[in-house]
């Protein structure tokens, strides 16, 4: 298993957007949910400025990306 770095959620999102995803709206509270048109796959990211995103919250983030540990990290 790939150890996974701390990011923040300014990073997550800049790493979907160069995997091709775009914003699709505003979820409750402080979530955002983004949009892959290519894949069809949908993301929920908690925007929580200040906050590093925990890593278990990380690892679903990439699996429901359809993304690899290894692939997300390289990105």
Known sequence: MTRLPSLTPIQVIRKLK???FV???QAKGSHEI???PETKKRTVIPNHPGKDIPKKTLRS???Q???SVNDFLKI
């Open 18 to 20: 160069t995997a091709g």
């Open 23 to 25: 914003f699709d709206r």
């Open 34 to 36: 983004w949009y892959n």
């Open 61 to 63: 983030i990439i699996s």
């Open 65 to 67: 990306s359809g993304l």
